[in-house]
């Protein structure tokens, strides 16, 4: 059974920075595609960044130049995010994908002063 765990959220000041941690109970590299989403209060989920086997990223235009998707050589992807913004504030999910979907079960960010 595979699983995702998120870690690395938290409160944050505007202008600060986090890191979340997402880690399989496999190796990330089995995976066609690891992406994170997010969903802000009150509004629907919306895909924030992704990684392909390639090693190939895509970010939302909300995040790009801010966020950076990456992935270690085991079983954990990352995304760091700076210059953080109120309008971040979301529950961040890790997402793979291989055959079927697999979520975890989130991380809350809060962005405030």
């Known amino acids: 059974q595979v699983r995702l765990v998120e870690s690395g959220g938290g409160l944050v000041q505007p202008g600060g920075s986090l890191r979340l941690s997402c880690a399989a109970t496999?190796?990330?590299?089995?995976?066609?595609?690891v992406a994170w989403y997010r969903q802000p209060p009150g509004k629907q989920r919306e895909l924030v960044a992704s990684i392909r086997g390639g090693g190939y990223t895509d970010y939302a235009d909300s995040v790009k130049g801010r966020f950076t998707i990456s992935r270690d050589l085991k079983n954990t992807a990352y995304l760091q995010m700076n210059s953080l913004e109120p309008e971040d504030t979301a529950v961040y999910f890790c997402y793979a994908h291989r055959g079927r979907e697999y979520w975890g079960q989130g991380t809350q960010v809060t962005v405030s002063s």
């Open positions: 496999e190796s990330i590299f089995s995976f066609t595609v």
